[in-house]
């Protein structure tokens, strides 16, 4: 069974300042991989997909990167925000059509 | 604008009452997903589609019925609420194929007591 763990747990920086979300996954045989930002009491925004044969992706200051062979996926935020504060997902996607299995997030805090 | 609807958006009912939720997309999707979301647990599914009169479960589906009638809508129904059902429940739409990604709705905050 894929299981997904996200380092840290929680992180709370100032503003500013440059920062690397971890995620990792159990199963390298995976298809996509997708990074999500959900704001409290919010539904999940898609940021990032980055299919298996890709290596990284990015989309104005946020840059992902997945490495198959290792399990392991990055969330790269340049020059932090406030706004950047939410809680941020990493969700796998497998071969077959059940879905992503989710990490539990990583909750951030960038103080002003 | 496109996308992924949920309703109710909240919802308080009390133990064994019944209700259903409203999942609707727009995007011609053929794939469709409900999971819930517990503190501690994170995002769990609990039933999904492949298509139009298709239903498979997922990781905890036991006290949930779903139902593909229509492509655009998927159902999620409670038959007899517990409280181990209060819950932030998704709904989730996506294509097939290799550039496939996942559009989430806003989610409805459920509470049983």
Redesign the interface.
């Known amino acids: 069974k894929q299981e997904v763990t996200q380092i840290p747990a929680a992180l709370s920086v100032p503003e500013g300042e440059n920062l690397v979300l971890n995620c990792s996954f159990t199963d390298s045989a995976i298809?996509?991989l997708?990074w999500?930002r959900q704001d409290p009491?919010?539904?999940?925004?898609?940021l990032l997909?980055i299919?298996s044969s890709q290596r990284e992706q990015t989309s104005g200051r946020l840059n992902a990167s997945l490495d198959k062979s290792s399990g392991r996926s990055t969330l790269y935020i340049a020059a932090s925000q406030p706004g950047d504060s939410a809680t941020y997902?990493c969700?796998v996607?497998g071969g077959g059509?059940?879905?992503?299995t989710?990490?539990?997030?990583t909750h951030l805090i960038i103080q002003p | 604008n496109a996308g992924v609807t949920q309703t109710p958006k909240f919802r308080v009912l009390k133990t064994g009452q019944s209700m259903t939720l409203l999942c609707a997309q727009d995007m011609n999707h053929e794939?469709m997903?409900w999971?819930r979301q517990d503190p501690?647990?994170?995002?769990r599914?609990i039933h999904?589609s492949?298509g139009e009169g298709t239903t498979?479960k997922?990781e905890v589906p036991d006290g949930y019925n779903v139902s593909r009638l229509k492509k655009q809508n998927f159902l999620l129904g409670l038959e007899s609420a517990a409280p181990s059902q209060t819950s932030v429940y998704?709904c989730?739409s996506s294509w097939?194929g290799?550039?496939?990604?996942?559009?989430?709705?806003?989610?409805t905050?459920l509470t049983v007591v």
């Open positions: 298809y996509n997708q999500f009491g919010k539904g999940l925004t898609s997909l299919q997902l969700a996607i059509a059940d879905g992503l989710f990490g539990k997030g | 794939y997903y999971y501690g647990m994170g995002l599914l999904y492949v498979a997922g998704f989730a097939t290799p550039n496939y990604g996942y559009t989430f709705g806003s989610g905050r």
